[in-house]
Antibody, heavy 116, light 107 residues
C-alpha cells in the first residue's frame, strides 16, 4: 500500500537550517507530483511546496519562498525539503503528500520546532 | 494568491443531521477544489476532489458541489465517525491554498 514516511524534524535555533526527508513506497514516485504541507500547533493546514513528477516544475508558498528548497530523487523514492533561515513561525508538523488532483496520500508528519 | 474563506468555523450538530460547509474563493475558477477530513493527531484524509468527485473508499454520505467562487461540502446524515475538522483547498493556481477549517462538534 502507499506509504509516506517523513523524518529529519527536531529542535533548531532561529536562523539555522534543517533538511526533511520523505521516503515513499508502494507506488511509483516518478508518476506523481509531491508536496509539503505544514500545520502549526493547534492551527490549520498550510501548503508549503510542490515538485512535479520529473522535478521540472517547482512552486512555494509565500511564507517560505526564497528560504526553502524542494528536491526529489525518483530512483531513491525520496523527497526532501531543505529549510534555511528558519524562523519561530516555521514551527509546525511537516507532512509530505502525494497528488495532482488534491492530496490523496499523506505521511504522519515530522515535527520541527524553531526556538532559541 | 487565491484566498479560501471557510464557514462556519465551528458547527455543532447531532448524529443524523445534514451538515453543509461552505468555502468562498477570492477569485473565480473552475472545479479545482478538494475537501479533507482531519481527526486529532492524524494526517488529513482526502474526501472530495475536483469539487464533486468522491475519493475511493469515502462514504457516499459525503458530497461536494460548486464552481466559480462558492463550493460546498455536504454530509447527508452525520455519523459518529464524522466529528472532525474539515478543510477545503484550491488547486487551480499556485500557491495552493487551504481554508481555515471547520470543526464539526457534537451538539
Amino acid at each position: 500500500q502507499v506509504q509516506l514516511v517523513e523524518s529529519g524534524g527536531g529542535v533548531v535555533q532561529p536562523g539555522r537550517s534543517l533538511r526533511l526527508s520523505c521516503a515513499a513506497s508502494g507506488f511509483p514516485l516518478r508518476d506523481y507530483g509531491m508536496h509539503w504541507v505544514r500545520q502549526a500547533p493547534g492551527k490549520g493546514l498550510e501548503w508549503v511546496a510542490l515538485i512535479s513528477y520529473d522535478g521540472t516544475n517547482i512552486s512555494f508558498g509565500d511564507s517560505v519562498r526564497g528560504r526553502f528548497t524542494i528536491s526529489r530523487d525518483n530512483s531513491k523514492n525520496t523527497l526532501w525539503l531543505q529549510m534555511d533561515s528558519l524562523r519561530p513561525e516555521d514551527t509546525a508538523l511537516y507532512y509530505c503528500a502525494r497528488g495532482d488532483r488534491g492530496l490523496d496520500s499523506w505521511g504522519q508528519g515530522t515535527l520541527v520546532i524553531v526556538s532559541s | 494568491d487565491i484566498q479560501m474563506t471557510q464557514s462556519p468555523s465551528t458547527l455543532s450538530a447531532s448524529v443524523g443531521d445534514r451538515v453543509t460547509i461552505t468555502c468562498r474563493a477570492s477569485e473565480s475558477f473552475s472545479k479545482w477544489v478538494a475537501w479533507y477530513q482531519q481527526k486529532p493527531g492524524k494526517a488529513p484524509h482526502l474526501l472530495i476532489y475536483k469539487a464533486s468527485n468522491l475519493e475511493s473508499g469515502v462514504p457516499s454520505r459525503f458530497s461536494g458541489s460548486g464552481s466559480g467562487t462558492e463550493f460546498t461540502l455536504t454530509i447527508s446524515s452525520l455519523q459518529p465517525d464524522d466529528f472532525a475538522t474539515y478543510y477545503c483547498q484550491q488547486y487551480n493556481t499556485y500557491p495552493w491554498t487551504f481554508g481555515q477549517g471547520t470543526k464539526v462538534e457534537i451538539k
